[in-house]
């Protein structure tokens, strides 16, 4: 799956780009718009975003799950060792599968306040009125996409997260 971004300067661009969208059968779910004025485009059905697609608190719980794990794991095994009667195999397991949730715990408290590398970039736009569209689309599909909304909406900037973003954003977004 692919996420693209879609910064359309008004409401009315917005709702007319997520019909075309749908009538190329992109389903509702996976739809998603940011703004500061929409609630009228949530009367009209369009999806509004949530904190899975405008934070990072997906990518952070993975994090914490798998930091979470392997401390836990270590730990697992220090505690054995520090415990003598203890089975090495279900401390380890045991204190890693702790650690795991725990980690999911903790990620998912520090990615719910950090933004999305593109909603944190296109912040300002949507202050001052703009709309963000986030699609999720698969692969093969997204040139297709693309190029219909640039066709009939040029004045809309079409945006993905790049690797390189991604390196520079480690820990602070999508």
């Known amino acids: 799956?692919?996420?693209?971004?879609?910064?359309?300067?008004?409401?009315?661009?917005?709702?007319?780009?997520?019909?075309?969208?749908?009538?190329?059968?992109?389903?509702?779910?996976?739809?998603?718009?940011v703004g500061k004025d929409w609630k009228p485009l949530e009367k009209e059905g369009v999806p509004i975003a949530t904190l899975v697609q405008t934070s990072d608190v997906v990518n952070a719980s993975k994090r914490g799950a798998i930091v979470g794990a392997v401390l836990g794991l270590v730990l697992g095994v220090i505690a054995h060792y520090?415990?003598?009667?203890t089975n090495i195999v279900w401390m380890a397991l045991g204190m890693a599968v702790f650690g795991a949730l725990f980690g999911v715990w903790a990620?998912?408290?520090?990615?719910?306040?950090?933004?999305?590398?593109?909603?944190?970039?296109?912040?300002?736009?949507?202050?001052?009125?703009?709309?963000?569209?986030?699609?999720?689309?698969?692969?093969?599909?997204?040139?297709?996409?693309?190029?219909?909304?640039?066709?009939?909406h040029p004045e809309v900037v079409i945006d993905k997260v790049k690797?390189?973003?991604?390196?520079?954003?480690?820990?602070?977004?999508h």
């Open 1 to 33: 799956m692919q996420r693209l971004y879609f910064l359309i300067p008004d409401k009315e661009t917005t709702t007319d780009i997520v019909n075309e969208l749908n009538m190329m059968g992109l389903a509702k779910d996976n739809l998603h718009v």
């Open 82 to 85: 520090v415990l003598i009667d």
């Open 107 to 152: 990620g998912t408290m520090v990615g719910v306040s950090v933004k999305d590398i593109k909603v944190d970039k296109y912040d300002k736009a949507i202050k001052r009125g703009a709309m963000l569209l986030i699609i999720d689309i698969p692969d093969e599909r997204e040139e297709a996409y693309r190029e219909v909304i640039k066709r009939h």
């Open 163 to 173: 690797p390189q973003e991604r390196k520079q954003h480690v820990g602070e977004g």
